[in-house]
Nanobody, 127 residues
């Protein structure tokens, strides 16, 4: 069964960096689009970035573009989110997710297509 496990969250000051990891021991997610979402208290879950199965198609939300970088290592069945120049407004629970629909070549930022989710990792950025 596909199970996603996030790690790497923590507390940092504004301007700092964190790298989140999302591991899948089943290796099934290698065939799926993968994405990161985040959810702050009292707000809807927000798409952050996605990456296709080849690593050739990557998109970011405008709020993080130029500061965050998504990547994947299929040999380790792990997806990463490198977060630089963090801001207090980046504070949220971060979730990785897998979309099993389609070929995995073209991804979506729509939460409803992502069937598998991790438990989340908290990121807190202080000013």
């Amino acid at each position: 069964q596909l199970q996603l496990v996030e790690s790497g969250g923590g507390s940092v000051q504004a301007g700092g960096s964190l790298r989140l990891s999302c591991a899948d021991s089943s290796y099934r997610s290698n065939n799926y689009c993968m994405a990161w979402f985040r959810q702050a208290p009292g707000k809807d879950r927000e798409w952050v970035a996605y990456i296709n199965i080849y690593g050739s198609r990557i998109e970011y939300a405008r709020s993080v573009e130029g500061r965050f970088s998504i990547s994947r290592d299929n040999a380790k069945s792990t997806v990463y989110l490198q977060m630089n120049s963090l801001k207090p407004e980046d504070t949220a629970m971060y979730y990785c997710a897998a979309d099993p629909s389609g070929s995995g070549a073209v991804c979506t930022d729509s939460v409803r297509y992502y069937e598998f989710w991790g438990q989340g990792t908290q990121v807190t950025v202080s000013s």
